[in-house]
């Protein structure tokens, strides 16, 4: 497959969720041949746990030894490849043509021996490629492109204040069985790249020694094991259980952002997050409750509600977090969350909208939440059924707010194909039945301005949000990045309705692709929580 040859393994669990991809550098002898390849896949363990965790394993081909290749190895490798692994499990994303969609935020690199040296040198080359990485008995030997410009590859085009060093890329290492000055070095070297102090900590783990520094949630790290390893397939299951399902690099960057995340199975057994079902349509809808911390559902009834929906592909488990709405609520104490999972992992117009109004009863059942101020909060592919659940059920909300959504409805999108250019026949007469009937919806639109699959300038829903708050055409700069962290990528213009207060806005941030940093949460909480539908009202109450 593709050049130079890989030795590739599918899992037959991979399917609706995003896909890891595990690259491996075998150590010479094993990568000289296809044959060799395999045999270590299977010796090593990582293809056992590539099954494990629904993962593509990729292995490179290295005939000449790792010397000869060149350390863009892995980025070409992955543009060449990510559309190519077809389902094994009958399972993929709506759309996709059976092919397997392999995140450009979980990428992981592992190497041994030679193999280890050369993904050394890989990540001094291209350390905003991979989550994590592990390297057993081998380091890198070429710092020096540590000095060169970062490639940036998540945008293609940064603007002209984006200035970070490939030394300055935080990342997260694991070092096992280095010999002392080759550690020490890489230690030194990657510790600076996150910003913290490279002689780290005694933190044991497993009963193995280790020396660890880090961050302050741990995304970022550099982890020494000290000793003799090798292939055993042990040290797979460990790097594989322990680092590679815990850390993300989020796209919200021209080099993205570490972050920690849990696991599939632990987000379904935290008590962080109480999972309930909504029956609706003949489907179930499961959805996860986020009372803030400490707090029990006794406490928390009459706190408004505030949903965050997935986009395309990216389930609960693991979108939860990334938007920061939990961490907001524990922080306020001022609302409830709740992240649905949607059936197959894709939202769609002509299915999934009477959800809401289903989990919203629940909601009000079992945790006694003020209907009157619940808001409407998604992501890309739940950005557009955000926009559509606003309109069909406007009674429901007090407020919207889509982030990165693609300029047309769902049905249209997965459906007409990339040619489409208006809206379909179900949204429109969706939105010209809400507009007729009267109906405020105050909505606050979040852009990424290096973002290629959702522009502010293609957002056909603007017109419609503008008409139905009463608000004029021109728009105004609004200061309200003072006090956010990244507040200086915030571009915002606010359209101000009859009673002076801003109801619609649109927010673009700097140098951001299809991603989002934890502070548009807070400033989009500061937008929506001042609105409140009073029960049968067409309009919404502007709460000081």
């Known amino acids: 497959m593709g050049t130079p040859p890989v030795y590739s393994y599918i899992s037959t669990k991979a399917g609706h969720d995003p896909v890891k991809t595990l690259y491996l550098c075998a150590p010479e002898r094993d990568a000289a041949t296809l044959e060799g390849l395999e045999a270590f896949a299977r010796s090593s363990g990582w293809q056992d746990m590539a099954e494990e965790l629904a993962a593509v394993l ?8 790792w010397e000869a290749e060149s350390p863009d190895l892995f980025l070409d490798l992955y543009r060449r490849t990510c559309r190519s692994f077809h389902t094994r499990s009958g399972q993929s994303i709506r759309g996709s043509g059976g092919v397997l969609w392999c995140w450009e935020t979980i990428l992981y690199l592992a190497g041994y021996e030679e193999g280890a040296a050369f993904a050394g040198n890989a990540l001094v080359k291209c350390p905003n490629l991979f989550a994590a990485t592990a390297l057993v008995n ?3 030997g070429d710092y020096a492109p540590g000095e060169e410009p970062s490639s940036h590859w998540l945008v293609p085009e940064v603007s002209e204040n984006y200035h970070r060093k490939n030394k300055e890329t935080p990342v997260a290492l694991w070092l096992f069985g280095q010999d002392g000055d080759a550690a020490r070095r890489a230690a030194e070297y990657f510790a600076r790249a996150g910003g913290f102090d490279p002689q780290g900590e005694e933190a044991p783990l497993h009963g193995l020694p280790s020396a660890l520094c880090q961050d302050g949630d741990g995304a970022a790290q550099v982890r020494v094991f000290p000793g003799s390893y090798g292939s055993e397939p042990g040290l797979a299951q460990l790097i594989a259980r322990e680092l590679f399902c815990h850390v993300i690099r989020w796209k919200n960057s021209p ?9 599939r199975w632990e987000f379904y057994h935290s008590p962080k997050y109480v999972r309930h079902t909504a029956h609706t349509g003949g489907l179930d809808y499961d959805f996860f409750v986020h009372l803030p911390a400490g707090m029990t559902a006794k406490e928390a009834a009459g706190l408004p509600l505030v949903f965050t929906v997935h986009g395309r592909g990216e389930p609960a488990w693991m979108f939860t977090s990334k938007t920061g709405w939990d961490a907001l609520a524990d922080e306020t104490r ?13 939202w769609v117009m002509d299915r999934d909208l009477e959800a809401f109004p289903e989990m919203i009863r629940v909601m009000a059942e079992v945790y006694a939440i003020d209907t009157s101020r619940v808001y409407l909060t998604g992501f890309s592919n739940g950005a557009v059924i955000t926009r559509e659940a606003g309109i069909t059920h406007p009674q429901c909300f007090a407020a919207i707010s ?10 249209t999108l997965y459906e007409a194909g990339a040619g489409a250019k208006e809206c379909g026949p179900v949204y429109r007469a969706a939105e010209e039945r809400f507009l007729a009937e009267g109906w405020e919806l105050p909505c606050f639109f979040y852009y990424g301005d290096r973002d290629n699959k959702a522009m502010p300038d293609t957002n056909l829903f603007l017109p419609a949000m503008l008409r139905a708050n009463r608000c004029g055409e021109a728009g105004e700069t609004l200061d309200t990045a003072a ?15 009859p009673d002076g207060q801003v109801r619609v806005a ?5 140098n951001m692709p299809h991603g989002a940093v934890n502070d548009e949460s807070r400033a989009c909480w500061e937008q929506l929580r001042h609105f409140r539908r009073p029960e049968g009202s067409r309009k919404v109450e502007f709460l000081p």
Do not use: C, H, Q
Request: net charge negative.
């Open 402 to 411: 889509p982030w990165n959504g693609p300029g047309l409805d769902s049905v």
């Open 334 to 346: 001022a609302f409830v969350l709740v992240s649905p999972d949607s059936p197959g992992n894709i």
């Open 58 to 65: 990729v292995m490179p081909l290295a005939p000449k030894g």
């Open 506 to 510: 649109v927010t673009v941030m700097e």
């Open 138 to 140: 081998g380091a890198p």
């Open 483 to 497: 006090g956010y962290a990244g507040g200086d990528r915030f571009d915002v213009t606010g359209y101000r309705g």
């Open 255 to 263: 080099d993205g952002t570490l972050a920690r995340v849990d696991s």
